[in-house]
C-alpha cells in the first residue's frame, strides 16, 4: 500500500541571478511499513525535501500525497493538524520543551489535540524507548542519546502515517548513534511504523531498506 507519493516536487528559492533550486522535480513513492534513507552531500536538497514532504514548508510547484491526501492542499490551519496528527517529526536537536518531563514530551502532540493518553501504549513506548526510569525527567537531565530517544517518542505516540527524521543520529556519538537508529528499526518492524530518515552517513543509511540519493536538487539513485 502506497503510503506516500511525491510528485514534481520543486523549490525555487531567489529569482534572476539569485535564483537556487533546491529541488527539480523530484518523484518517487514510499509504501506503508518501509524504512526509506535519503542520503546526499550538504546542500544537495535533502533536508528542502524533508521538510516539504512534512507540511513544514510548501513548494515551488509539484504535490505530495500522504495517505492519499495531497497536504498542500489544505490551508495553513488545517495542514498544522494534519502534521500533528499523522507525521512524526524527528530532529538533529530534539526541540523537547525544557519545562516538561520526558512523559509529558511525548504526550505534547496528544495534548495540543485535547486527547486522552492511552497508558497502556505509552508504557509499551517507555519501554521500547528504554526510558522507564526517566519518564520523570526534565530535558537537562538527560544525556543526549535520553533526549533523542523522547523526541522519537513523541513522534511515535501519534501512531502517525510517516515518521520523518532528519539527521538523527548527527549530533551522537558512533555507539549511541546505533542505539538510535536500532530503536527507529525496532519501531519499523514491531509497530510497521513507516520511516524516512534522511542522513549522511553512508554506514546507517544501508540499515534501512532502500536508500535513495539526492544531487543537486535531482534523485540520481533509490527513486
Given at each position: ?16 541571478t539569485t ?41 515551488t ?11 498542500f ?12 496528527r ?30 486522552e493518553?492511552?497508558?497502556k ?13 526517566r ?40 555507539k ?7 530503536i527507529?528499526?525496532k ?37
Amino acid at each position: 500500500m502506497e503510503i506516500l507519493k511525491v510528485q514534481n516536487l520543486t523549490k525555487v528559492y531567489g529569482k534572476g541571478t539569485t535564483k537556487v533550486v533546491a529541488l527539480d522535480h523530484v518523484s518517487f513513492s514510499v509504501q506503508k511499513g518501509e524504512f526509506v534513507a535519503i542520503v546526499g552531500a550538504s546542500g544537495s536538497g535533502k533536508s528542502t525535501l524533508l521538510h516539504l514532504m512534512g507540511g513544514v514548508d510548501r513548494p515551488t510547484s509539484g504535490e505530495v500525497f500522504i495517505d492519499g491526501k495531497n497536504i498542500f492542499d489544505f490551508n495553513d490551519d488545517e495542514l498544522a493538524i494534519f502534521r500533528r496528527r499523522q507525521i512524526g517529526l524527528i530532529y538533529q536537536f530534539y526541540n523537547l520543551i525544557p519545562i516538561l518531563n520526558v512523559e509529558e514530551n511525548i504526550t505534547l502532540p496528544l495534548a495540543l489535540d485535547h486527547r486522552e493518553v492511552d497508558q497502556k501504549t505509552l508504557n509499551e513506548l517507555l519501554k521500547l524507548l528504554g526510558l522507564e526510569n526517566r519518564k520523570n525527567h526534565l530535558p537537562n537531565e538527560l544525556s543526549g542519546g535520553q533526549q533523542q530517544r523522547t523526541s522519537i517518542g513523541r513522534a511515535l505516540i501519534t501512531n502517525p502515517a510517516l515518521i520523518l527524521a532528519d539527521e538523527p543520529t548527527g549530533n551522537l556519538d558512533s555507539k549511541v548513534s546505533d542505539e538510535i537508529v536500532a530503536i527507529l528499526k525496532k519501531s519499523n518492524k514491531e509497530f510497521n511504523q513507516t520511516i524516512i530518515m534522511i542522513t549522511h552517513n553512508m554506514e546507517i543509511a544501508k540499515l534501512a531498506d532502500r536508500i535513495i540519493q539526492i544531487e543537486d536538487g535531482k534523485i540520481v539513485c533509490g527513486g
